[in-house]
């Protein structure tokens, strides 16, 4: 089973600032998918970025940005010029490849609550 | 697009009453995903169906819980005879294709067992 761990429970960031949110996995999968979610308080999950494993390149996405260490398998979220609407909780979030026995099946770790201060 | 529909977003239900939980999904995805947020947790998978069929239930309880996605009509999560633990936020999800891309999420039904 793939496990998805994330070590902060809660973190708090200045505005403008950059803040990293950790992520580490484990599988035996050589191909899969990695993603962070956001959740405000609104409830609503939010894709916010998503890296293929095959591919070397971090992913980003305007002012998010992920380290993908795989050999290591770390995942960390990285947000530049943090806003007020970046509080949330964010999930980090495991997929195997769709070739794959479950390969449609999220596994997501327990979850950072951040806090964007003014 | 109106995006993953859900309701209701609130439910209330006493023990060993039925909860019914709806999900619509984007038009033009026939994949559908519910998951299940307990207090302080992640979500975790419960069940993935597609037009009329059921592909993995792997995640829902052996008991009291059933789901379905009929040819017409919304996707429809069952609890039967609910009990206090089964309160939590159900999310349903939906894909055009399996996997893969990432889900678009609805907002959920909190479920509330008194």
């Known amino acids: 089973a793939q496990t998805v761990t994330q070590s902060q429970p809660e973190m708090s960031v200045q505005e403008a600032e950059t803040v990293t949110l950790s992520c580490t996995y484990d599988?035996?999968?050589?191909?899969?998918?990695l993603f962070w979610y956001k959740q405000p308080p609104s409830r609503q999950m939010i894709l916010v970025i998503r890296?293929?494993?095959?591919?070397?390149q971090n992913a980003t996405e305007n002012r998010f940005s992920v380290n993908f260490q795989k050999a290591a398998k770390s995942f960390s979220l990285k947000i530049s010029d943090s806003q007020l609407g970046d509080t949330a909780m964010y999930f980090c979030?495991?997929?195997?490849?769709?070739?794959?026995?479950?390969?449609?099946?999220?596994?997501f770790g327990k979850g950072t609550s951040l806090l964007v201060t003014p | 697009n109106a995006g993953v529909m859900q309701n209701p977003r609130h439910l209330v239900r006493r023990r060993g009453q039925e909860a019914r939980l709806r999900c619509s999904p984007m038009k033009g995805h026939s994949h559908v995903y519910w998951y299940r947020q307990l207090p302080e947790e992640g979500l975790k998978f419960m069940v993935y169906l597609q037009k009329e069929n059921i592909i993995d239930e792997s995640g829902m309880p052996k008991e009291r819980f059933s789901a379905e996605f009929p040819k017409e009509g919304p996707s429809i999560l069952r609890i039967q005879q609910v009990v206090r633990g089964d309160s939590a936020a159900y999310f349903c999800a939906s894909s055009p294709i399996r996997g893969g891309y990432g889900y678009t999420f609805g907002s959920g039904t909190r479920l509330t067992v008194v």
């Open positions: 890296q293929e494993a095959y591919k070397q």
């Open positions: 599988t035996s999968e050589n191909n899969y998918y």
């Open positions: 979030a495991f997929m195997k490849h769709q070739d794959s026995n479950s390969g449609y099946a999220l596994n």
